[in-house]
């Protein structure tokens, strides 16, 4: 059974920055690793997916402010936040996809607060 285990979470002023990592237990291959958030009383979003080869994909109120990285050795995925905004707080959670069968897994999710 592949668990993923977060970290990094807290809180920040606006303009910080955090590092989200996020590690699958078990050894297997992954495939798509992402982050999502989920902010009070809104549907959960997409913030960034990066595929194994490395391409990478961001949101649009994330783009040139995060940055997502993967070791495919280590079955890591981090999540780098810089110019935090008090809307980027949220739950965030990582996401990976089994490679070939593309199960899927999610982490419990760790808290991020962007406020002064």
């Known amino acids: 059974q592949v668990q993923l285990v977060e970290s990094g979470g807290g809180l920040v002023q606006p303009g910080g920055s955090l590092s989200l990592s996020c590690k699958a237990s078990?050894?297997?291959?992954?495939?798509?690793m992402g982050w999502y958030r989920q902010a009070p009383g809104k549907q959960r979003e997409l913030v960034a997916t990066?595929?194994?080869?490395?391409?990478?994909d961001y949101a649009d109120s994330v783009k040139d402010r995060f940055t997502i990285l993967r070791d495919n050795t280590k079955n890591t995925v981090t999540l780098q936040m810089n110019s935090l905004r008090p809307e980027d707080s949220a739950v965030y959670y990582c996401?990976?996809?089994?490679?070939?069968?593309?199960?899927?897994?999610w982490g419990k999710g760790t808290l991020v607060t962007v406020s002064a």
């Open positions: 990066i595929f194994r080869g490395g391409r990478s």
């Open positions: 996401n990976m996809a089994r490679l070939f069968s593309g199960m899927e897994y």
């Open positions: 078990g050894s297997v291959a992954i495939g798509t």
